[in-house]
């Protein structure tokens, strides 16, 4: 009977051990499904909660300092900020031409428009009738970039070398036609900055002074294409004349008005000076 007794106790206590041993674990891999092993039992897991969604505020925005009005006539720091990202702007296109830039192509381009802008604000010479006015032509200086491009007798392709910007002596052909590069036989009152000495305004006439002789520098040809008007001496074989324009209107019955004629000459004067940096 006690053998009986100790044989169910046995029985009993490996049966409890298999259950327990059974019920066990020691990694999630020894568990079923989505259960998972904790202190050695297989467990369901715990749900995890949704993260909760981040506020528009963050630390950053807390801790920033408010603006404040920028002090009068002071840009705040946003202003200040835009301007020292922003890029730089590009310059402009110089409108004028330097002084010591004077025999260069380019300057010589650029100043040939400017100079013939100023002439081309001479007024035309007019007639008043009791219905009305007569407006007459008239022929103002042409100024070219390049004496050498011309087919002028004096300075031109003739003259290997000599590269000025020119004022032309003649305005008008035989036929009262405007001048062009391509009209032969003008000469040109050559603007040769190194060279010259003074600008003067005589009468209706611009004259430009030399520091010598014009055939030295400029190329040899007969006086009647040397660019001067030869009036005896030596002397004016150094200067160079060019009237402010031609009219073609009758004498003694039309009118130009003498202050706007003026005027234009002094602003011609005025900018070959700055031009040559007198």
Excluded at 204 to 226: C, L, Q, R, T, V
Aim: aromatic residues 8%.
């Amino acid at each position: 009977m006690t053998n009986i007794r100790f044989i169910g106790f046995s029985l009993l206590t490996t049966a409890l051990f298999s259950a327990n041993a059974h019920a066990g674990c020691e990694k999630d891999t020894d568990c079923k499904g989505d259960r998972i092993c904790e202190a050695a039992v297989c467990v369901n897991p715990t749900p995890t909660p949704a993260p909760t969604p981040a506020t528009e505020t963050t630390a950053a925005d807390e801790t920033k300092t408010p603006e404040t009005a920028p002090t009068e006539g002071q840009p705040s720091e946003s202003n200040q900020t835009e301007t020292t990202d922003a890029p730089p702007e590009e310059s402009e296109t110089p409108t004028q031409t330097k002084p010591e830039d004077w025999w260069k192509k380019s300057a010589r381009e650029m100043e040939a428009v400017v100079l013939q802008e100023i002439f081309d604000t001479v007024p035309k010479p007019i007639k008043k009738t009791d219905v009305g006015k007569y407006v007459y032509p008239r022929s103002i200086p042409l100024v070219v970039a390049d004496i050498s491009d011309t087919v002028a007798k004096w300075g031109g392709k003739d003259q290997q070398g000599v590269h000025f910007l020119g004022i032309s002596k003649v305005h008008t052909t035989t036929t009262l036609d405007d001048i062009a590069p391509e009209t032969g036989g003008i000469a040109y009152c050559p603007l040769n900055c190194a060279r010259i000495t003074e600008i003067n305004i005589r009468d209706k006439e611009i004259s430009f002074m030399y520091d010598g002789p014009i055939k030295d520098w400029a190329g040899k040809a007969g006086d009647i294409h040397s660019g001067y008007i030869r009036k005896g001496g030596k002397a004016y074989k150094s200067i160079c004349s060019l009237p402010m324009y031609y009219t073609s209107a009758p004498k003694r019955t039309s009118w130009l008005n003498p202050d706007e004629v003026k005027k234009a000459q002094e602003a011609v004067v005025k900018e070959i000076k700055r031009y040559c940096g007198k």
